[in-house]
């Protein structure tokens, strides 16, 4: 399957831009260097990427640590830590995953190794160092973080200085004035070589298990190695999924675990479906659900409903703080009586506008947004009651909520200089923050905006 640029923005449901300024282009990514991640924590520490190995003074039963990557993604760099020190990576904990494509720093904990011991780690290949290390009388868990502050170089901007300046200017402004970015879940979240994730939890959600299976093992896309299309090309004209089993790269570890049960079980796609690892099978739910959340957000733009403020049947999240860390303290729903109130409070800060994230337990909205919900779901054909899977509930989902739009924090541009790489071009280091569960690439998505999201390092 080949896609244009507009296309897999449909397919993802990202459908529109906030801005109307004409973006930037350019490249990101080019190397991992140029796409730099430091996690901050709850009471706003920074985990620096540079720094030497050092145990600082703690105590507990936790060992927290600093753990800097690179090209890897956050399980596969645990699981290095935890084959060198000869024990079950399911004994550390992360707050959150980070981009395999950059380098990173993110807090890790594990129980049962003590920091002198951590410290001890080394990796030949030199793409997983440990820096601080320190003990904790708790255990670090998901979502324990602030946010990430990111370090990005766009490349190959084929533009004066002066319209480089000028445009970002704009774009800035403009998402001032538009209330922020929309949160849209970005194309790290469905995959750009192969953006299905969210087709086959859609084919989840609708109990169609041999569709899910085989658009994950068949589904073609252009950008996959040689070896891997003519292995799923193979497999799609004769469902030998013994024969396939000897094609599949050895790296598509799900695919080859999924044909290793249909060559003895060849008609049973749930339990197929049910040999990938929890974490996986849920992410394909989640995928479908932030493809759906997308949406909605995109026909909210489209019919030009704020975002930085509720209109009638509008959820508001009202919230609390503590220290860095930011917490829903109540859902509110705007109606004629409240509506202006809680504006008042998400000016002020103290509130913010969320939409759904569907799951069994969702409330629609009332009014034109419930209007928007109403109309997509019954486009894709779903009932918000399908997200509970009786057959697999440890997949099921309650739903939850979502900011419909943020503003980048503390975005600095470090210089625009003629780019080494790309003669006759132009390159842009830019610094901003996000709030966790934000992506980087929707709101480089904005002032970029690309002709071709693979090329452009998407």
């Not at 540079?50 to 936790?62: H, L, N, P, R």
């Not at 920091?115 to 160092?129: N, T």
């Not at 003990?135 to 990111?150: A, Q, V």
Request: net charge positive.
């Amino acid at each position: 399957m080949r896609l244009s640029k507009a296309a897999l923005d449909k397919l993802l449901g990202l459908e529109v831009y906030i801005t109307s300024t004409e973006g930037i282009g350019g490249e990101i990514k080019y190397s991992i260097e140029d796409f730099l991640v430091e996690e901050i924590s709850e009471d706003g520490t920074i985990c620096s990427i540079t720094g030497e190995s050092k145990v600082i003074e703690g105590s507990g039963d936790y060992t927290w640590f600093i753990l800097v990557k690179r090209g890897l993604d956050t399980l596969s760099a645990i699981r290095k830590v935890a084959r060198y020190f000869k024990i079950s990576s399911k004994r550390f904990t992360a707050a959150g995953l980070k981009d395999s494509r950059a380098v990173t720093a993110q807090f890790v904990c594990v129980d049962g190794l003590s920091p002198e011991e951590l410290l001890s780690f080394k990796d030949e290949r030199g793409k997983v160092r440990i820096l601080v290390a320190f003990r904790r009388p708790f255990k670090l868990m998901p979502g324990m973080l602030y946010g990430n502050r990111f370090n990005v170089i766009i490349r190959n901007i084929d533009l004066t200085v002066d319209e480089i300046e000028k445009r970002v200017d704009r774009i800035l402004s403009e998402i001032e004035e538009k209330g922020g970015v929309p949160a849209y879940y970005g194309y790290q979240r469905f995959g750009t070589i192969r953006p299905i994730t969210h087709v086959v939890g859609r084919h989840v959600v609708k109990r169609d298990f041999k569709k899910a299976i085989l658009t994950l093992l068949t589904e073609i896309f252009p950008h996959e190695s040689e070896r891997a299309k003519e292995a799923r090309e193979y497999l799609k004209n004769t469902m030998d999924f013994k024969g396939a089993l000897e094609l599949f790269p050895r790296t598509l570890h799900h695919e080859r675990a999924i044909l290793y049960y249909l060559a003895k079980h060849p008609d049973d796609f749930f339990g197929a479906f049910r040999t990938l690892p929890l974490t996986i099978r849920r992410l394909f739910i989640g995928a479908f659900q932030a493809y759906l959340f997308n949406r909605v957000l995109s026909e909210r733009i489209k019919r030009e409903l704020p975002l930085h403020k509720a209109v009638v049947g509008d959820i508001v999240a009202v919230l609390s703080r503590r220290d860095f860390s930011i917490r829903i303290k109540g859902i509110f729903r705007a109606n004629s009586l409240n509506v202006d109130k809680l504006n008042e409070f998400i000016e002020r800060g103290a509130a913010a506008l969320v939409l759904n994230v569907f799951g069994y337990n969702t409330v629609l909205c009332e009014g034109i947004p419930g209007e928007i919900e109403r109309e997509v779901l019954r486009e894709e054909g779903i009932s918000i009651k399908e997200f509970r899977i009786k057959h697999m509930p440890e997949i099921s989902s309650r739903g939850t909520f979502r900011v419909a739009a943020f503003h980048p924090e503390d975005v600095k541009i470090h210089g625009i200089e003629k780019d080494e790489v790309f003669p006759q071009k132009h390159r842009l280091h830019l610094e901003f923050t996000l709030k966790k569960g934000l992506y980087a690439t929707t709101f480089l998505r904005e002032l970029m905006k690309p002709s071709d999201v693979y090329k452009a390092g998407f």
